[in-house]
């Protein structure tokens, strides 16, 4: 089993910055994309940034300049710094990751979610 836990959500002023991580552990062989989706309250949850084993990254057009999303593969880590924050960034942050165990083949893992609030 895959276990995802985010840290670093919390409550900031407008124009303020956030860095939130999330962790992978368990019987990990490798892990193909890891990022990062949110959701706001009445919302379909959508995409935020991607990070490929490759060192492809990929960014939601309504974060690009803001956020930058890095990966330490050493420690299966993924990271999303936030900064110029806006009240729409409020939602729940929510870790993803493709993951193959030792024993299942490559599939999507979520982790809990964290709460990010701007305030205005």
């Known amino acids: 089993q895959v276990q995802l836990v985010e840290s670093g959500g919390g409550l900031v002023q407008v124009g303020g910055s956030l860095r939130l991580s999330c962790a992978a552990s368990g019987s990990i062989f490798s892990i193909n994309v890891m990022g990062w989706y949110r959701q706001a309250p009445g919302k379909q949850r959508e995409l935020v940034a991607t990070?490929?084993?490759?060192?492809?990254?990929n960014y939601a057009d309504s974060v690009k300049g803001r956020f930058t999303i890095s990966r330490d593969n050493a420690k299966n880590t993924v990271y999303l710094q936030m900064n110029s924050l806006k009240a729409e960034d409020t939602a729940v942050y929510y870790c993803n990751a493709v993951v193959r165990t030792s024993i299942l083949p490559s599939r999507t893992y979520w982790g809990q979610g964290t709460q990010v609030t701007v305030s205005s």
């Open positions: 990070f490929t084993s490759g060192g492809t990254t």
